[in-house]
């Protein structure tokens, strides 16, 4: 049996992602989004995450705070919508603090660590749709999670206070699992290691520089 390792936002800190999630690890990885890719690393950064993910044995979905551009660009991106077997992978996300944000808010600037296209556009979720309606994965591999069940995870639970807020991604990802509900659904984003039951689906959410390793 082959295990892969799945390893939460890291944003930027690649050191923590080598010592976290790659030490000691001989196996396959894949880093679930918030890589940090595009944040005016230098030459080196990137010439160093090139050159590891070259061999194809550690790989990476985006994340809201990955420049969609610069990750078309480098080894081991997995792109969104893509289905090895019965896993189907699937990055982006909605940013909480973008540019719109409402008054009072910290705010972020676009084209310097945000981006317009950090969510998937209806064409591309149109034709995701159509792949998982036939697919029907085993697997999920997403930054984000359906909105209900971000719900339940992180405002039920009482992790998130104020009002709940439903974005594209989540959205369409909840979309997703009223068609079907897939065995096991890995995500990021929220920054909170848990894991929750909802129907026949197990949801685990990924913290900051935290991993699991599962069969694939």
């Avoid at 976290?20 to 890589?35: A, L, R, S, V």
């Amino acid at each position: 049996m082959t295990l892969t390792r799945l390893i939460g936002d890291i944003h930027g800190d690649i050191n923590e992602y080598m010592v976290y999630g790659i030490d000691k690890f001989e196996g396959p990885t894949i880093q679930i989004g918030d890589f940090g890719i595009g944040f005016g690393q230098g030459e080196y950064w990137y010439e160093r995450i090139n050159n590891f993910h070259r061999a194809g044995g550690h790989r990476f979905i985006r994340g809201n705070h990955d420049q969609l551009a610069i990750c078309k660009t480098m080894h081991g991106w997995i792109p969104d919508g893509k289905v090895e077997n019965d896993v189907m992978f699937i990055g982006g996300a909605w940013s909480i603090d973008n540019p719109n944000a409402p008054p009072g808010w910290y705010k972020r600037t676009e084209n310097y660590d945000w981006w317009a296209d950090e969510e998937c556009n209806d064409e591309q979720f149109a034709q995701m749709l159509d792949v998982y309606s036939t697919v029907k994965p085993r697997v999920m591999i997403t930054h984000d999670c359906p909105h209900k069940i971000a719900g339940h995870m992180f405002w039920d639970s009482g992790f998130l206070k104020g009002p709940r807020y439903n974005t594209r991604t989540g959205d369409f990802l909840q979309s997703l699992f009223d068609i079907h509900q897939p065995d096991e659904w890995y995500f990021g984003h929220w920054h909170k290691t848990m894991q929750y039951k909802y129907g026949r689906t197990m949801f685990h959410c990924l913290g900051i520089y935290d991993f699991v390793d599962v069969e694939l």
